[in-house]
């Protein structure tokens, strides 16, 4: 028994050992094993980070060529609208300085925040001279305004005429298109013209021949002394 026990002791030793140095590995094991798994997900965390970055860049840069492409187009529909307003510029009837004799004694009536300025009879009345309107009447009948553009007051006006004709006058240097007629009882002649700058269209002009016997004349003189600000 006293041989055996020490056999005992070296194999409990060599048993205690052996555990030792396992638990040793399995922690050393466990403490690799965690590292690993940070190392991975701070990997996949920092892929993840740049892929967004590189799909932000992706659709940053196609934002960048599509807001390219809207200013290239804008600018080639503008370029189309000068080069289309100087086609019809050219195409278009100067209408010839008044008869002196006609616009004698006409005072010059300027509308400064509507940016256009025009000669009346003397006894006209001016009804009208603000931003958005200039305008004037005799004996109490209006027979000319000028008013920022209105696409609806357009259409208004156009439907008060009859007999219209398409026309594109240049007023002073500017395009000025619309229509001339009758009005509904056929009494006097009508006008009505958009001007236009740079492609846009900017004033609205509509005019009738003042019931006068030169009603027609002084309607011809007024709208060849209209002018526009630059």
Wanted: proline share 3%; net charge neutral; hydrophobic share 40%.
């Amino acid at each position: 028994m006293r041989r055996v026990a020490p056999i005992l002791i070296a194999i409990l030793a060599g048993a205690l050992a052996t555990g030792g140095g396992m638990a040793i590995y399995l922690k050393k094991a466990n403490d690799d094993r965690e590292r690993l798994a940070i190392v991975a997900e701070q990997t996949q965390a920092a892929a993840k980070d740049s892929e967004e970055k590189s799909q932000q860049a992706i659709n940053e840069a196609n934002q960048k060529v599509q807001d390219a492409n809207a200013e290239v187009a804008k600018a080639q529909d503008a370029v189309k609208k000068l080069q289309d307003e100087r086609d019809r510029l050219a195409q278009a009837t100067p209408l010839p300085p008044a008869d002196p004799k006609i616009v004698k004694g006409w005072k010059d009536v300027v509308d400064t925040t509507l940016g256009v300025s025009c000669k009346t009879p003397a006894t006209a009345s001016v009804d009208l001279n603000d931003a958005s309107s200039l305008a004037f009447s005799s004996a109490g009948n209006r027979w000319f305004s000028v008013t920022t553009y209105d696409e609806r007051l357009e259409k208004e006006l156009l439907a008060s005429a009859a007999s219209t004709t398409a026309v594109s006058y240049v007023i002073n240097g500017r395009l000025c298109t619309g229509w001339r007629g009758k009005t509904l009882t056929g009494n006097n002649d009508i006008v009505l013209l958009r001007a236009e700058s740079n492609g846009t269209s900017t004033h609205l002009l509509w005019a009738r021949s003042p019931n006068d016997p030169n009603g027609e004349q002084i309607l011809n003189a007024a709208l060849s002394s209209l002018t526009f600000a630059q």
